[in-house]
Nanobody, 115 residues
Framework: VQLQASGGGLVQAGGSLRLFCAAS????????MGWYRQAPGKQRELVAT???????NFGDSVKGRVTISRNNVGNTVDLQMRSLKPEDTAIYYC??????????WGQGTLVTVSS
């Protein structure tokens, strides 16, 4: 299974951004898809995840500002972020979890929020 992420880039504070991730080569169930982030000097933290039955989980720092959706047929996950803050600046990593494939991380995409 390979993850291909897109989106990210430079955005002004208060703006919005979309991150998209597609998992290719998965022929069996992917239990959870989502995004984590890591800012310089900080630990990687949860942004949002969504399970196959669309149960969602959000990190405390982004609750109320992000929406996550998933296409189970295409194994894609879509993260919409709004009201972005400079502290949202980080490398964002797509991750999938599967009983079949284990935990798989994408390469990461940089999001920079300017003040």
């Amino acid at each position: 299974v390979q993850l291909q992420a897109s989106g990210g880039g430079l955005v002004q504070a208060g703006g919005s951004l979309r991150l998209f991730c597609a998992a290719s080569g998965a022929f069996f169930r992917i239990d959870s898809m989502g995004w984590y982030r890591q800012a310089p000097g900080k630990q990687r933290e949860l942004v949002a995840t969504i399970t196959e039955d669309r149960t969602t989980n959000f990190g405390d720092s982004v609750k109320g500002r992000v929406t996550i959706s998933r296409n189970n047929v295409g194994n894609t996950v879509d993260l919409q972020m709004r009201s972005l803050k400079p502290e949202d600046t980080a490398i964002y990593y797509c991750k999938v979890e599967s009983a079949w494939y284990g935990d798989i991380w994408g390469q990461g995409t940089l999001v920079t929020v300017s003040s």
